[in-house]
């Protein structure tokens, strides 16, 4: 991983240093960067290597291609695991996913993630825990997740937990993506730059240090614009159910409220309660670690219900938008059913918490 080194175009992980700043480019820009198994294990094996390499002072984390960095996990395998398998190989490949999510939250080194156009699900995973977050116009982030009748993982519980207010739990209930603006305000990001200045600003953080990089392409960003929805968005996601939310958007007699009570009634009555608490719950387990281990129980879980596969084939592998939740409502789901994601896996926990990392 030296400056000579060159793979091939076809490799899904391109690594190159130049200067004092070690590349890492997701590549596979087809998959809209989509991460699999391979990926994860090449990007820690490349941050082993930079971590003990002293001529490199810098990370820098981009993705091929003119649409974004990461569009998430390659959720189709996920969905062949789950409906053809066994899910062990889903639950590998969290695992290694999950141990990196926290090995990028605690990298030594600067670690700078350009968030530029669409960062999703896993691709906010290998991004928002980052020490230096860089967002453009292009930007759209989000944990779409409830949609397909799965669960914010990779660390994003703790991340949309950490939001200001009742943000978070907008994010993660309705998927929904948002701007620079917003990713600033909502502390999944920590910078702005135009998108024109990229190439400029890359080539300065291979001669200078981030910091000094940084100051001379950095600009203000465009207005958050959920600041507008503050007020009825902590009025009405502050409440204790998500039968409740529901009732409190549809209550609030704003048109903006109204409209986002009708995409939760959309997505998956379980994921959405079983996000609530997997929200609320990571508030409370305070590291990163102990919120990967929570997230992994729920995942793991999620492999075994019937949500997932339905909604993965509904939105991304059919595209008919209609998916079958089961149950279909969020009056049928159970207590039981939501603390079934959080039980305890025994020998098959993920143990962060315990130092395994």
Request: hydrophobic share 40%; with cysteine; aromatic share 4%.
């Amino acid at each position: 991983m030296n400056g000579t080194e060159a793979p091939g175009a076809g490799d899904p992980v391109l690594l190159h240093t130049e200067g004092r700043a070690a590349r890492l480019t997701l590549n596979r820009p087809r998959a809209l960067n989509a991460l699999n198994h391979e990926m994860v294990r090449r990007i820690d094996e490349a941050l082993t290597a930079w971590e003990h390499d002293p001529a490199v002072e810098t990370v820098v984390v981009t993705g091929a291609g003119e649409r974004g960095l990461c569009a998430g996990g390659d959720i189709r395998v996920v969905h062949d695991d789950a409906r053809d398998g066994d899910g062990t190989a889903s639950a590998a490949f969290w695992r290694d996913e999950y141990r990196l999510n926290a090995r990028i939250a605690r990298y030594p080194k600067p670690y700078v993630a350009v968030m530029d156009g669409i960062v999703m699900g896993g691709g906010v995973g290998v991004s928002a825990h980052g020490s230096v977050r860089i967002v453009t116009e292009r930007s759209r982030v989000a944990m779409p997740e409830t949609g397909i009748g799965f669960v914010p993982d990779v660390g994003g519980t703790r991340l949309l937990g950490l939001a200001p207010g009742e943000l978070g739990t907008h994010l993660a209930l309705t998927g929904a993506s948002i701007g620079a603006g917003d990713a600033l305000l909502c502390g999944l990001a920590d910078h702005y730059v135009p998108s024109a200045a990229l190439p400029r600003l890359l080539s300065d953080l291979a001669d200078r240090p981030v910091a000094e990089a940084l100051a001379a392409h950095e600009r203000p960003a465009p207005p958050a614009e959920l600041t507008e929805r503050r007020e009825w968005i902590d009025a009405c996601y502050g409440a204790g159910t998500v039968e409740e939310i529901v009732q409190r958007l549809l209550a609030a007699g704003d048109p903006a409220a109204k409209e986002t009570a009708e995409i939760l009634l959309g997505n998956s009555p379980t994921a959405l309660k079983v996000t609530l608490a997997a929200l609320r719950r990571a508030r409370r387990l305070g590291s990163l670690e102990r919120v990967l281990d929570q997230e992994y129980r729920v995942s793991c879980a999620a492999l075994s219900a019937p949500d997932l596969v339905e909604g993965v084939r509904a939105q991304i592998i059919d595209k008919d938008r209609e998916p079958r939740w089961s149950p279909a409502t969020l009056a049928e789901v159970t207590d039981a059913d939501v603390e079934r994601f959080f039980a305890p896996l025994g020998e098959r926990e993920l143990g962060l918490s315990d130092g395994a990392l």
